[in-house]
């Protein structure tokens, strides 16, 4: 340690109390910007991870020119034909930042009991690709609660049931069906839906129906069996989702065609190059398509704009919290330097630049600064164990069903707050000393701080 | 799916209520005028049977079905004759559930009034009308469609869950059947207009009564989208109630 050193870390014994004081609130206001950044950090994997993963978004989604806003009222028009969906494929195989891709097939149509029926809001997935998203690492890090079903078996693990669905928590209580994977008997019985025990005589099978409008505009219906309830995404969604093997819902819609393809990317980071590569390919092979990517309000208007909420929200805290750690610092600072006045004249007097004399408080500012940041890393760290642990759970903004709250901070995070901490205490004692050193030597030898 | 639902419910309508009014001097009222409407548009207690050939063109596309359908009163049964892979498709409307059936499918899926918004190019909204039964009606003025006078009504919706808050409907003056309707929507702005022809004739009781012959569906806001319904070989005929159950379709 050189002499400066050793000078900045007696000055900051000299007055303990106050400078634990300051240190203490720069540790509090570090520990409180981890929390939030790890809340900030939280929320936005999730709702990403949920964005792309679990609705099926993908980092990227192709969909035919004009087809994100047209094709669920003319889908026959602006969906994708099989010609195109093997051209796409044959593109994004070439690719290597392409981690896999699904097609999916959205529509509408009504969920029927026997009885009664429920209109529906429908996303046939592939199996495969299904399969991939429950077990991305992404998926079990980030929103391990949302990607299984709350009853019965997920879509992939079922095997050998024709027409397996999965209704959302909402459309299978209205429907007041009950998933199975065991198949209901070829022939239903009659239901009699004025009796008392109606509801028992339907839910004593898991079968239902499905109908919906055709590519060409005629009404079809097709045999279904629920084999699992999930959490819909929004609570308006959980009243009205169905995901079905796009099979299923290509035999209902009478079509070969798809909505969109979904393009699961290794790194997420890689969305912007890979969107306006893939965007040339696309053209370049002829095909009339728009690609869009996941923080594209006009596909996932609810990511952006909670992400873009939250962010402005943790950023706005965070200055508070910030500025009040820096005018604690410039406040100890100014009395530091008040009291010390004299020491600053003689220091002067012996030979010390005023540059020198600003060093050596900085030095202290410093040092108390790393003090506190490391205190307050350590205090940080602790709450979000402690946090974590308790398993508090909440109505989060979005979501059907409470989740948990959990705090995860990055270090990159820890190191970005440091990295403002530090300067911010910095030019707040620059701030406090730089007036008192223009003062005279004579001046502060002789000024009375009592 | 409309344009079928449509005349099932055509078919099926009923005697409407009669609201007191300021009617125009000489008009009947407005419950016989509607019963008298309904009858000629296939509301026969008895029954009746016909071949409905639909056509409908939506963005220049013309898509053509045929249907066999049995009626009575305000139950319909009609059954999917071509094409060919429509074949046994079943619509039934009992009272005011209808409900769609495949061949092959465990069970029949109930559409309601609401739920027939959905789907094919909203003509479901016309389909989910039933003038007598679910409005209330009132004569208002005389008008000509064409070159025939007409009482011109207004319905106002008796039930919350139908489609259209208010219908306006022109009556034939002389032979009371219905000439025009124009479906609106709840703030006043037609959403549909439909018109009617009269070239068929069934024999009832010895009399002969004049049978709706060709319905013509327009969007009043979707420019050239248009079903056109086409009744052929009308009989009446006795139906039985059992007819028309749902649990007897799905045997």
Redesign the interface.
């Known amino acids: 340690m050189t002499g400066a050193w050793r000078l900045a870390w007696r000055g900051l014994a000299r007055n303990r109390r106050r400078n634990l004081t300051t240190g203490l609130a720069i540790a509090v206001g570090y520990a409180g910007l981890v929390v939030l950044g790890g809340y900030a950090n939280r929320i936005e994997h999730l709702i990403r991870t949920s964005t792309v993963y679990l609705q099926h978004g993908g980092h990227l989604a192709i969909y035919r020119e004009h087809g994100l806003g047209r094709a669920s009222a003319?889908p026959a028009a602006y969906a994708l034909a099989p010609e195109e969906q093997r051209a796409i494929a044959a593109i994004l195989a070439a690719d290597p930042r392409v981690e896999f891709w699904g097609r999916y097939l959205q529509g509408?149509?009504?969920a029927?009991n026997?009885?009664?029926?429920r209109?529906f809001q429908a996303l046939g997935v592939e199996l495969a690709a299904e399969r991939r998203i429950l077990e991305h690492v992404q998926v079990k890090r980030w929103a391990p609660e949302l990607g299984r079903p709350l009853a019965g078996l997920a879509l992939p693990d079922v095997q050998g049931v024709e027409g397996a669905v999965a209704l959302s928590a909402g459309l299978a209580a209205g429907l007041r069906k009950r998933p199975s994977a065991a198949a209901?008997a070829?022939?239903?019985p009659?239901?009699d839906c004025g009796a008392p025990d109606a509801d028992a005589q339907v839910a004593a099978d898991s079968?239902l129906?499905?109908?919906?409008?055709t590519f060409?505009?005629?009404?079809?219906?097709?045999?279904a069996q629920l084999v699992a309830i999930f959490r819909g995404a929004t609570p308006e969604e959980d009243q009205s989702s169905l995901v079905a093997e796009l099979a299923t819902l290509q035999r209902l819609y009478d079509t070969d065609r798809v909505t969109s393809v979904a393009v699961y990317l290794r790194d997420a980071a890689d969305a912007p190059a890979v969107a306006r590569d893939l965007a040339g390919r696309l053209a370049a092979a002829g095909l009339r398509t728009s690609v869009y990517r996941y923080d594209d309000p006009a596909v996932n208007p609810y990511y952006v704009g909670t992400v873009g909420f939250v962010g402005a929200l943790v950023g706005f805290i965070g200055l508070l919290v910030a500025v009040v750690a820096t005018l604690s610092v410039l406040n100890a600072m100014t009395l530091a330097v008040i009291e010390r006045t004299r020491e600053v004249g003689t220091l002067r007097s012996i030979g010390f630049t005023r540059r020198q004399v600003l060093a050596l408080f900085l030095r202290e500012a410093a040092a108390l600064a790393a003090l506190g940041t490391l205190a307050g890393l350590a205090l940080g760290l602790a709450a979000v164990v402690a946090v974590n642990r308790a398993n508090v759970r909440f109505a989060a903004p979005g979501f059907a069903d409470r989740i948990q709250l959990l705090l995860q901070p990055t270090a990159t995070q820890c190191l970005a707050i440091a990295a403002l901490i530090l300067p911010l205490t910095l030019v707040a004692t620059w701030i406090a000393v730089r007036r008192r050193l223009r003062t005279g030597v004579a001046e502060l030898l002789t000024t009375s701080t009592a | 799916m409309s344009p079928l639902v449509i005349a099932l419910f055509l078919a099926a309508s009923a005697p409407a209520a009669a609201v007191p009014s300021a009617a125009p001097a000489g008009a009947p009222g407005a419950a016989a005028l509607l019963r008298d409407a309904d009858r000629a548009r296939g509301g026969l207690e008895q029954g009746v049977t016909w071949t409905l050939e639909v056509e409908s063109t939506e963005e220049g596309v013309t898509r053509r079905r045929t249907f066999l359908v049995r009626a009575r009163g305000v139950d319909a049964l009609a059954e999917g004759v071509a094409p060919a892979r429509t074949k046994g498709e079943v619509f039934l409307f009992n009272d005011r559930s209808l409900w769609f059936l495949k061949p092959g499918q465990r069970r029949p899926i109930s559409i309601s009034a609401r739920q027939r918004l959905q789907g094919e190019a909203s003509n479901g909204d016309v389909a989910s009308t039933n003038y007598a039964r679910d409005y209330q009606g009132r004569v208002v003025g005389e008008e000509l469609v064409g070159d025939e006078p007409a009482w011109r009504m207004e319905l106002q919706a008796l039930r919350p869950d139908v489609s259209y808050d208010q219908i306006r409907y022109w009556v034939s003056k002389r032979r009371h059947l219905g000439l025009k309707a124009e479906f609106l929507t709840v703030s006043g702005e037609c959403f549909k207009t439909a018109t009617f022809d009269y070239a068929n004739q069934v024999v009832v009781a010895g009399q002969e009564v004049p049978l709706v012959s060709r319905m013509t569906i327009r969007d009043a806001m979707g420019a050239g989208n248009v079903t056109v319904l086409r009744y052929r070989e009308p009989r009446a005929e006795r139906h039985a109630p059992s007819l028309f159950n749902i649990n007897n379709v799905v045997r």
């Open positions: 003319r509408s149509g009504l029927g026997g009885c009664t029926s209109p209901p070829a022939l239903a009659p239901l079968g129906q499905l109908a919906g409008p060409d505009g005629s009404l079809s219906a097709t045999d």
